[in-house]
């Protein structure tokens, strides 16, 4: 009798062993008592810091010319700045449409001064949401100039490009799409 007593007792031993080797489902940890253990839930994985203006631009792929002129003009860590800002962001099909040769001799090093005040004619302090523009408002730029608001049957336009995509929020402003490069009059 006392053999089949330790004989389950051993058996009872491992299977708890085996199962507390297995369990997989979080950590336990020691209660006051030290004699008992409490089940604790796994941790909950890291939440991703909210995305900046830099970060949502990089992030898409109709938006890589803008992402290297901001690069070569070295202003990513300015936008990566707390801001807020309002970027008014043109779409590599916008950059395309301006004359053969013009963006590839913006990038080089020695055109980082006129690079830089063309981007910045794209950034207003402040997030300003679509809602909140309009008709026939002047917005002022980081750069110096300001950009004329048009609504027309619904459509808002920015010194006449398109916004094709507005409120796109980030941790440090806004984005609204834009269908062509603003060119500064200085």
Do not use: R, W
């Not at 006392?2 to 085996?18: E, G, V």
């Not at 006051?32 to 839930?41: Q, Y």
């Amino acid at each position: 009798m006392q053999k089949n007593f330790f004989s389950t007792l051993a058996a009872a031993i491992i299977i708890s062993s085996t199962f507390v080797a297995c369990n997989s489902g979080g950590e336990t940890k020691p209660t006051e008592d030290s004699t008992t253990t409490v089940k604790t839930e796994p941790m909950e994985p890291k939440v991703e810091a909210p995305k900046d203006v830099i970060d949502v631009a990089v992030g898409s792929a109709d938006h890589s010319t803008l992402v290297a002129a901001i690069k070569a003009a070295g202003l990513v860590e300015t936008l990566k700045g707390a801001g807020p800002f309002t970027v008014f962001a043109p779409t590599n099909a916008a950059f395309n449409a301006l004359p053969a040769g013009t963006v590839e001799n913006l990038l080089k090093p020695e055109s980082k001064e006129s690079l830089t005040k063309i981007l910045t004619y794209h950034v207003v302090a402040g997030s300003v949401k679509a809602a909140d523009l309009k008709d026939g408002q002047m917005v002022k730029t980081l750069q110096g100039e300001e950009l004329k608001v048009t609504i027309k049957d619904g459509k808002v336009m920015i010194n006449g490009a398109n916004v094709t995509a507005a409120d796109l929020a980030s941790s440090n402003g806004v984005i609204h799409v834009i269908d062509a490069v603003l060119m500064p009059k200085k």
